[in-house]
Every structure is written in structure tokens, then in C-alpha cells.
């Protein structure tokens, strides 16, 4: 099987700072990591690859920092990896991003080899849309299953995929080739491996394709091919905190001094009276 | 063996942590054409490094003559400050020095700079592999395990820091112990090139390196640091641990950590400084006290050397902490060794005890046991509380007077009789300690 995983590298917290003046994200001191939704989705591909064999290519479109994020996957035991990355590619949203990501897949298919499966994680936790999967099928015209716990091949053009809802188990199968996105909690990644990282470095197996590779219309791409418009962001100005600390005995001490506390300020006082009355209180 | 062929899965030599002393020995042997395998567990390079702090060259620029001009310094420290504190009130020494002996550097970039020259100069450098054993055969280390992959060296060099679980697992030292460990906090506070250069008097790049001593640790044996970066301050404390669990125990202090740094950061004395600051990072580490306690029975064992604070080479005063320049200076000694024993016939024990005899007769193991008596008594709660006790009295005699004022004298007699210190006690104590710190 050739199965293509997607990753993205993104800022390693959930609780990005905004910068009040320039409402813009605060990257500084925030480390880039795999985006952990996507473990699932590579450990998926490896588990396939261990069982019926063949290999797994890591794709990222994103500028090139994300290389640390494509060597942690060769380290896991991807075979090898793909950048996509180009300054036209730039700003784009999910529709543009899952674009490139197809046109990348296609040129794998005929270049390297007959694609089998493409997984990919649930969502990012940095944007949340959980988009990239459905579009990326979109696109290719193949078949999607999302919230993928297992999967195993059934023959040799088509795979029987596990989904764990809330209120259900269901089997899917499915014809290859196929794109699914794995649940966020589907499989535990593996640990990284010595000789997969010495193999890093010594083979470098790790390609960058440009848009001279792809030659895509840059229309499409980017900033240019992103119809998504932020209309306005809301800026919401921080509060200017009084930063008391106290240190209770217990915590009816601790109640009876923020209750204090609270009832001595206008504004608090208020609200609280408020919050009271609405939830029946005394 | 391992289903990945054609991969190298031995090396002349396999070198266990990125940081100083690690990268230290990679990139001198690396130049001199042995094949390196540099491994590191942290995700960057060097990336478990907490200490941004005073790093001193001297000993560094013997492996890295370039370090001046190319490695990430954040500005160079001309100016030492000591202070005793007691509550609000605070007595501070200054020296302004001349040469360029240490600077102020984030380890973390320090590091990456070293680990980086060791990969350029050859060495196949790894990182976020964790090793889990020191490979032994006959009495003699052959290699690393890591999961299930096994690669074999000559010769194994274990950088890998304080906590020393490898040599542990080999049985060649024991567990870590609270006595020979102290707890370091720390915050990075973002002020601005400007304010640092104008609130400490400073030219572009210079800095301050500045030890605290008295009640800031409320009690508790240790004391306080501020060092300037480029555009921030870092300060915290470092806490004595086997001191800080009796207190505990004792029922003498039952605060948090982060209760006392936090309180330091308030401190009227200290506060306006960081007036406005941002804390940008804040973080701890362990670092080494009674250095000479902590060393392994040898430096070099059969196919394994150690290095950096493994080896338990950091001296720590009281007053100045250097772990960082003995760290690549013992890196430096062990690719010597290697060399040597290379150009003598082989990587016998025999050739490989160099190491151990080259520390031993290095200034390093000197200085670390003439001032080995220093970690006790900078510990001694009595004498680093009384002390600056001693002398804020004083000065609180001498200058705090509505209308009168004490001689020196007098001033220094009745603090003594509050203290309940005589006369004599204070010159025998005083002696032992400057002779050892």
C-alpha cells in the first residue's frame, strides 16, 4: 500500500497570546510542534504499512520550519516526506490549502507511485475546521470516511474502516483509493526510533516541491485563492486585573473572603447580586 | 538486524547529550575525523537546559576561539553586585570590572551554537532519541540501546547532565540525594534593551551579574540571582534541597516555591527594576552542590568517559556558579583522551585513564576542592541569616537615626549583643569563610 499522511506544523499551545496593538498572534516563545490530532492519523498509516506493507509519505504544505515536524515523522518510521512550500501558497485558507494538498497528491500518484490512501487528523489546534480531509476528497473525487478508529484492508481495492461516535460503532467499507481523517483519540503514536532518525540524516529522505514543481494557477492559490473573508476580529481588550493573592485557611475562609471581597466592589457586587437572584439563590 | 540496511550502526564514538561538554567533545573530535553519533533527548538541541545565566569564556575559548565573535552572548558582565537583604531593607556591593571574563547567555542558544559547529564539523547528531542504556560487554561499554535499536561505539561518552540515570542503571553512581542537589527557579522578565542599560548604568553590551543573599529565601538555605540579557532580566533563586526538606519537615517554612519567587519579584527593593515587565518564560532545574561529594569513583571507566555534570564538574561558591566552562572543558580532556588512545595502540582502559588523570590534574578538580568546604557554610542557615542580619543593623544604626547617629563601632557592638554574636565568633567564622569560598 502507499499511503499519504498529512501533518501540520503548528504553535505548540493552545492559548496563543494576541498582541493588543496589532491584534496579530504572538509567535515569540511558542515552539512549533506536530499538530497532535495528527499523531493518530500517522500512527494509523504506519500500523497499515506494518501489516500489508509498502510505504508512508508525510505531506505538509507550510514554509519550510516545518522540516523539524516532518524529520520527528521519518523518526516514528515514515519513509519519507514532502514539503510543500512557496510563497504563492502563502495565506491560504482551508480551500486553497486542500488544493495544493490534492494537485500534490496527484503528482505523488503519477510520479512516484498508485496512491492508496490518504489519512489525515482530525482537525488542528490551531484553527479547529476539520476541513482539510473532506476538501482534499473533494477535490480528488474519492471517497470519505472521517472519525476512523481502525482500519484494515478487506482486499486489494478496498478497506473496511472502524468509526467510534458517541452512540455507535459503525464499519465502513470503502474502495480505494480513499481519504479518511482518524479521531483524536483513535491510536497512541509510537515513540520516535534511534535508527529511523540516524536514517534521517544520513539518506535525507525529505523533497521540496515549489509551485515550479506543481505549477498550479496562483489564482488558486494563497491569499488569492482563499474566498474566506474575515469580515472584522473583535478585539477584546484585557481587563485590568487587581491581582490580589490570598491565602485562606480553609475554604469557608476562602468563600467568606471572596464573597467580602466581591460585595466591597461596585461592579462585582452588582453582578453578583444579579447571579444570585437569576439562579434562585439566597 | 535492524530492517533498515545500509544505515551506519557503528561509530568510533557515541557521545550521550547535546549540551556543553557533549557538544564539546563532539566538534573536537568530529575535526580531528572520527565518526561522531551526538545523541540528544530534548527535542532541540540542548533543549532540557534551563540556565541562562553567567557563563565564564576563558576555559570555553580554549575549544571555541571563536566564541567571542560568533556565539549568541547576550551582553557581557562588567559589573558584580552582592546583596544582603532583610525584609525591605537591602545593603549592595558593586564592582565594576574590566576584563572580559564572563558574559550572560541563554544556555538553550549557547548550546544550539556548539551542537550546530559539531554537526557542520562532521558529527551525526540526533535528537529526541532517548537512550536507555550504556551497552556493557566483558566490564566494557560497547554502544547504546534505545528501544530496540542497538548501535555499538569504541568509546561511549556520557554527557548526560545532572540527573544521571544512565550511570545509575550501571550502577556507577548512586541515586541523586537531596544533599548534593539545589533547586533553581527562574523567570525571564522582558524590560527592554533601554530600561536595562538605563536602571542598571550600563553601556550597549554590558551586564550585571548580581547574588542575593539574607531573607529573600525566607530563611530557607540559598539565595537569590538577577543577570541582564540583551532585553530582559533573569532572575529567581536557588534553594539547598536537603536544607529546604528539613525546614519543611521542621514545620519552619511551608510556603510554595513559587510563593517565594513571586514575593522576590515584589520586593520593594528589587521591583522597580522590572516595573512593567512582561514574564516571557519561567521554568527550574537541578544544579549541583558539594560538587566534590557528587563525582563518580572515576572519570573514565573501560570504553566510557564522563563528562560535565555528570562527572559532578560544577563548583558552585555561593557567589559564582561554573558548570557551563567546566563542562566544555571536560569535553575537551575527554576528546583528547580519545585522540590519545587512538594514536597509542587503541581504545584500551588502559590508554583511556588519561581522561581521569587529565581531570584530576586540571584546575577544575583544584578548584573544586579548594572551595569544596564553601557549599556548607553558604548553606548554614545561622551564618547566612545572621550575617547580613548582622550588617543591615549596622547600617540601620547608621543611618536611620531621627536624631542621632551611631559611631561604626557602636553600631557594629550593639548589633552584635541583638544577634547575640560576640566579638570573637564573628572573626573565627568570618575567617573560615573567606578561606573557603
Redesign the interface.
Known amino acids: 500500500m502507499r499511503i499519504i499522511v498529512g501533518m501540520k506544523w503548528v504553535p505548540g499551545t493552545t492559548s496563543v497570546r494576541i498582541d493588543p496593538k496589532t491584534g496579530t498572534l504572538i509567535r ?2 511558542v ?1 512549533s510542534i506536530v499538530n497532535p490530532h495528527d499523531m493518530p492519523a500517522i500512527e494509523l498509516a504506519l500500523q497499515l504499512k506494518d501489516a500489508y506493507g509498502g510505504e508512508v509519505i508525510a505531506l505538509t504544505m507550510s514554509p519550510p520550519p516545518a522540516i523539524r515536524g516532518l524529520e ?1 515523522l521519518i ?1 516514528m518510521g515514515v519513509d519519507r516526506a514532502i514539503l510543500v512550500s512557496d510563497r504563492v501558497y502563502a495565506g491560504a485558507d482551508t480551500l486553497a490549502t486542500s488544493y495544493v494538498l490534492a494537485k500534490a497528491i496527484e503528482k505523488i500518484d503519477k510520479e512516484i507511485g498508485k496512491v492508496d490512501l490518504v489519512v489525515f487528523g482530525q482537525e488542528t489546534i490551531d484553527s479547529s475546521t476539520a476541513h482539510i480531509g473532506a476538501q482534499t476528497a473533494s477535490w480528488l473525487d474519492w471517497p470519505y470516511i472521517y472519525y476512523a478508529h481502525s482500519a484494515k484492508l478487506i482486499d486489494n481495492n478496498k478497506i473496511l474502516v472502524e468509526r467510534v461516535l458517541e452512540n455507535a460503532i459503525e464499519d465502513w467499507e470503502v474502495d480505494l483509493p480513499a481519504v479518511i481523517a482518524t479521531h483524536m483519540k483513535a491510536l497512541k503514536p509510537r ?12 539518506e535525507k529522505p525529505l523533497t521540496t516541491w515549489t509551485n515550479n514543481e506543481l505549477k498550479l494557477d496562483p489564482r488558486c492559490t494563497g491569499l488569492k485563492g482563499s474566498p474566506t473573508i474575515v469580515a472584522k476580529t473583535v478585539d477584546v481588550p484585557e481587563v485590568p486585573r487587581k491581582k490580589v ?1 490570598y491565602t485562606p485557611k480553609d475554604g469557608e475562609d476562602a468563600a467568606k473572603w471572596l464573597i467580602k471581597t466581591l460585595m466591597e466592589d461596585e461592579k462585582a457586587s452588582k453582578a453578583l447580586i444579579k447571579a444570585l437572584k437569576e439562579g434562585g439563590g439566597k | 538486524m ?1 530492517g ?1 540496511p545500509d ?3 557503528k561509530f568510533d564514538v557515541i557521545i550521550v547529550g547535546a549540551g556543553p561538554s557533549g557538544s564539546s567533545a563532539a566538534y573536537l573530535l568530529a575535526k580531528k575525523g572520527f565518526k561522531v ?1 551526538l ?1 540528544e533527548r530534548g ?2 538541541l540542548g533543549d532540557k537546559n534551563l540556565y541562562g545565566g553567567r557563563v565564564y569564556a576563558p576555559p570555553i575559548r580554549e575549544v571555541w576561539p571563536q566564541l567571542d565573535k560568533e556565539a549568541p552572548i547576550q551582553r557581557w558582565v562588567t559589573k558584580e553586585r552582592i546583596s544582603m537583604v532583610q525584609g525591605d531593607k537591602a545593603i549592595t556591593f558593586e564592582y565594576k570590572a574590566e576584563k572580559k571574563i564572563s558574559f550572560v547567555s541563554y544556555l538553550t542558544q549557547l548550546t544550539q551554537w556548539m551542537s550546530k559547529k559539531a554537526e557542520d564539523a562532521g558529527a ?8 536507555d542504556e550504556i551497552v556493557m560487554k566483558d566490564g566494557k561499554a560497547v554502544g547504546v540501546r ?4 542497538f ?1 555499538e561505539a569504541d568509546v561511549v561518552v556520557d554527557a548526560e547532565g545532572v540527573n544521571r540515570l544512565l550511570l545509575e542503571r550501571l550502577g556507577i553512581v548512586e541515586r541523586l540525594k537531596p544533599d548534593n542537589i539545589a533547586l533553581g527557579v527562574k523567570e525571564i522578565l522582558k524590560v527592554g534593551a533601554n530600561n536595562i542599560e538605563s536602571s542598571f548604568n550600563l553601556n550597549p553590551d554590558e551586564g550585571v551579574a548580581w547574588v542575593i543573599m539574607g531573607d529573600i529565601t525566607k530563611g530557607l538555605p540559598g539565595g537569590g540571582f538577577i543577570y541582564t540579557n540583551k532585553d530582559s532580566i533573569s532572575m529567581g533563586l536557588v534553594l539547598h534541597l536537603k536544607h529546604s526538606i528539613d525546614f519543611i519537615q521542621n514545620g519552619k517554612f511551608d510556603e510554595h516555591v513559587s510563593k517565594l519567587i ?1 514575593e522576590f519579584r515584589f520586593h520593594p527593593y528589587f521591583k522597580p527594576y522590572w516595573k512593567d515587565a512582561i514574564i ?2 519561567y521554568g527550574a532545574h537541578l544544579t549541583i552542590e558539594g560538587a566534590t561529594h557528587f563525582m563518580p569513583q572515576k572519570f573514565a571507566y573501560p570504553g566510557l568517559l564522563i563528562v560535565g555534570d555528570a562527572a559532578g564538574l560544577l563548583l558552585s561558591t555561593g557567589y559564582t556558579f561554573r558548570g557551563v566552562d567546566y563542562a566544555v572543558y571536560s569535553g575537551k580532556l575527554a576528546a583528547e583522551a580519545v585522540e590519545f588512545a587512538r594514536n597509542n595502540g587503541g581504545f584500551t582502559y588502559e590508554n583511556l585513564q588519561i581522561y581521569d588523570k587529565n581531570v584530576r590534574s586540571s584546575f577544575m578538580y583544584n578548584e573544586l576542592f579548594k572551595h569544596r568546604g564553601a557549599e556548607q557554610l553558604m548553606n548554614d542557615p545561622i551564618l547566612m541569616s545572621k550575617y547580613p542580619s548582622i550588617l543591615i543593623k549596622v547600617m540601620e544604626k547608621m543611618f536611620e537615626g531621627e536624631y542621632k547617629q551611631e559611631t561604626v563601632y557602636d553600631a557594629l557592638m550593639q548589633a552584635l549583643k541583638e544577634e547575640k554574636v560576640g566579638p570573637f565568633d564573628l572573626i573565627s567564622q568570618a575567617f573560615g569563610l573567606v578561606k573557603s569560598i
Open positions: 515569540e516563545g515552539p520527528y523518526g515513540p520516535v526510533r534511534l535508527l529511523n532518525k540516524i536514517r534521517y540524516k544520513v493573592i | 535492524n533498515l544505515l551506519p550502526t553519533l545523541i527535542r532541540g551525526l547528531f540526533v535528537t529526541e532519541v532517548t537512550i534505545s528501544g530496540p535499536d548501535i513571586e516571557s518564560e
